[in-house]
């Protein structure tokens, strides 16, 4: 199934959308995603690690330099999600400078033949992502872009226009982290992108706990999760205690 078919049923059906974040080569990492489509995720982004990851704070920093120093590389990646099967859709998202190396048009054929339904790139600007668009609409892997809060209406159109799968609208300016307070900024982007299409709109950095999730879905059709999962993953190496926080966070998006 496509990301955007598993997203939009699920919104369809009166539910909100629940997408974990995980470190691609970092500990039992194929086992945590399980155990994260096992506690109700509707898909998974997997982070294909990288030296210098912009948009990244230092927890998914750390999860990834240790990935890193276990040699992961990208095509490691793929090749683990080549063989394993969830159940739902697997997102990756990872840096363009890797994709460049790796090659646009063999990474997005090898995605596609990884079982990957989706691409993040956060520093591919919209103004050149044609040429990997391109390849990657050819492959059928959904390039998801990214709407940032100070985005004008003309930009945020041709944001929206040419993401695929769902668009991320990116809840605070600055990299990724736990946040004590949702910030004011999430909701307004999640109500800008939403009026604006037809896909599903996640809100992503800066949803910390399960009730800030709750607050921006109140505006959005979903959430991202990533530090607070890394983090427990980190402190615990432990599958079960991932799919457990994950749990909180799909219990409490469905009690709203």
């Known amino acids: 199934m496509s990301l955007a078919a598993a997203l939009g049923s699920r919104r369809d059906l009166g539910g909100k959308c629940l997408v974990p974040y995980l470190t691609g080569g970092?500990?039992?990492?194929?086992?945590?995603?399980?155990?994260?489509?096992?506690?109700?995720?509707?898909?998974?982004?997997?982070?294909?690690?990288?030296?210098?990851?912009?948009?990244?704070?230092?927890v998914i920093q750390e999860a990834s330099s240790r990935a890193l120093a276990e040699g992961t590389t990208p095509a490691s990646v793929l090749d683990a999600l080549a063989r394993i099967d969830l159940g739902v859709p697997l997102a990756v998202m990872t840096y363009v400078n890797l994709v460049y190396r790796f090659g646009y048009e063999r990474f997005a054929r090898t995605a596609a033949a990884s079982s990957v339904a989706a691409a993040i790139l956060p520093d591919l600007p919209l103004e050149e992502c044609g040429e990997w668009s391109e390849v990657a609409d050819a492959a059928g892997v959904e390039t998801v872009m990214l709407a940032a809060p100070t985005a004008s209406d003309d930009r945020l159109d041709r944001v929206v226009a040419r993401s695929r799968g769902f668009v991320y609208a990116v809840g605070l300016l600055g990299i990724t982290g736990e946040r004590d307070e949702l910030a004011s900024s999430a909701k307004v982007i999640a109500g800008r992108a939403r009026e604006r299409t037809e896909l599903p709109v996640l809100v992503g950095v800066g949803i910390s706990t399960p009730a800030q999730a709750v607050e921006v879905c109140e505006v959005a059709d979903g959430v991202v999760i990533g530090s607070v999962i890394v983090r427990r993953a980190l402190e615990t190496g432990s599958p079960d205690a991932v799919g457990e926080l994950v749990g909180t966070f799909r219990d409490a998006l469905d009690r709203g």
Do not use: H, Q, R
Not at 28 to 51: C, H, K, N, R
């Open 26 to 58: 970092f500990g039992d990492w194929t086992t945590m995603l399980g155990a994260a489509a096992d506690a109700g995720a509707d898909a998974i982004e997997v982070g294909i690690p990288f030296s210098d990851p912009v948009m990244d704070g230092p």
